[in-house]
């Protein structure tokens, strides 16, 4: 007894379908004078379909919350490593939810942006993947779209936030 077996590529499209055949005797060789019984093909295993795997986004952060001043924007208060533990996490939103005592009404936007790689925030040079105009209910929700790609090598993400002229004090 022989059994036909194969290995998956970690990257495998989810939810295709693979299966093997073997549709004629001729596709076999044996060495003369022995011959192979035909009666036996077309043979065809049955599909097997490629599950997704489970990966699990790992999550490291820094604080850099300033002190800010009324009508800044623009403003650094946090960076966010992201990695997949194996193959890729597509992250999609991302939600934030504010903290202190500062009215909603005085946050008049929250972004995230993807760090070009140096590891420091700028607006011009890094790309802005998602925002929200201020928060409701103490939240941002942050719809990301396209969704990011988060591999096992780590991506750097910057949460700033923008303030209001007359914000409380």
């Known amino acids: 007894t022989y059994y036909l077996t194969a290995d998956v590529a970690a990257g495998a499209a989810a939810y295709s379908t693979f ?5 004629a005797a001729s596709y076999l060789t044996v060495l003369s004078p022995d011959s192979v019984d035909a009666a036996a093909f077309p043979f065809s295993s049955a599909l097997a379909t490629i599950s ?3 990966d699990v986004l790992s999550v490291t952060h820094q604080d850099l919350a300033p002190a800010v001043t009324q009508g800044a924007v623009l403003q650094a208060l946090g960076k966010l490593t992201l990695a997949a533990n194996a193959n890729s996490v597509d992250l999609s939103s991302l939600r934030l939810d504010k903290t202190g005592t500062l009215p ?3 946050v008049t936007a929250i ?3 993807r760090d070009n790689g140096d590891g420091i925030f700028s607006s011009g040079a890094d790309a802005l993947v998602a925002q929200a105009s201020g928060l409701t209910g103490g939240v ?3 719809v990301i779209s396209p ?3 988060i591999t096992t090598s780590a991506r750097i993400y910057f949460a700033t936030a923008d303030f209001a002229a007359l914000a409380a004090v």
Do not use: F, K, Q
Request: hydrophobic share 40%; charged share 20%; net charge negative.
């Open 19 to 23: 299966g093997l055949s073997l549709p």
């Open 52 to 54: 997704p795997t489970a």
């Open 104 to 106: 909603d009404a005085d």
């Open 111 to 113: 972004r995230l942006y």
């Open 140 to 142: 941002a929700n942050l």
């Open 147 to 149: 969704a990011e790609t």
